[in-house]
């Protein structure tokens, strides 16, 4: 395991949530994990912080809502494709997506949220701010071509307590 600056990621990270995506990971009685493919990383409150995105119909949203913590673990060296098809589609409510389907939880070691073993790269963060997105702030073209049905995001500032690489 080999520490790294949040700004060192930067670039990877970004690259990956465009193409593929990463994991979006909350502890719990039962871990759960979802694919992320909008984030950002920037620095708020003189803090490094991962802001993530989150709908909140999606099982992840209570389990995060509940904890305050999440970690985001991001495809380095191996092709996880199928897995973050599946974390993407497979709902935590009905399966555990850590059970048999190619992921496995690791522990993080600074929050109550496990690490996706086989990515290289992992962000923990602690939540320092919940804040639901609302329609009638948000410009009428965003909100036609990604919120059609309605379903908008709550954006979670997780302050970066850890970022480090494990490939």
Not at 2 to 12: C, F, G, Q, R, V
Not at 41 to 58: D, E, K, M, T, Y
Not at 123 to 151: H, I, N, W
Request: aromatic residues 8%.
């Amino acid at each position: 395991m080999k520490e790294i600056s949040y700004t060192d990621a930067m670039a990877l990270t970004t690259q990956k949530l465009t193409h593929g995506g990463a994991f979006l990971s909350v502890g719990g009685p039962t871990p759960n994990t979802m694919t992320i493919g909008w984030g950002g990383i920037g620095f708020f409150w003189n803090r490094p912080v991962f802001l993530a995105v989150v709908r909140q119909s999606r099982h992840t949203h209570g389990l995060l809502t509940g904890s305050g913590a999440f970690t985001i673990s991001v495809p380095t060296k191996n092709d996880l494709k199928r897995q973050l098809a599946f974390a993407g589609t497979a709902s935590g409510r009905d399966v555990d997506k850590f059970s048999g389907h190619g992921l496995t939880a690791a522990p993080a070691r600074k929050v109550d949220a496990p690490i996706v073993a086989e990515c290289g790269l992992h962000f923990e963060c602690q939540v320092r701010l919940m804040q639901d997105m609302t329609a009638d702030r948000m410009d009428s073209s965003v909100l036609k071509a990604a919120y059609p049905q309605g379903d908008l995001h709550t954006l979670f500032f997780g302050e970066i307590l850890a970022c480090y690489e494990t490939d």
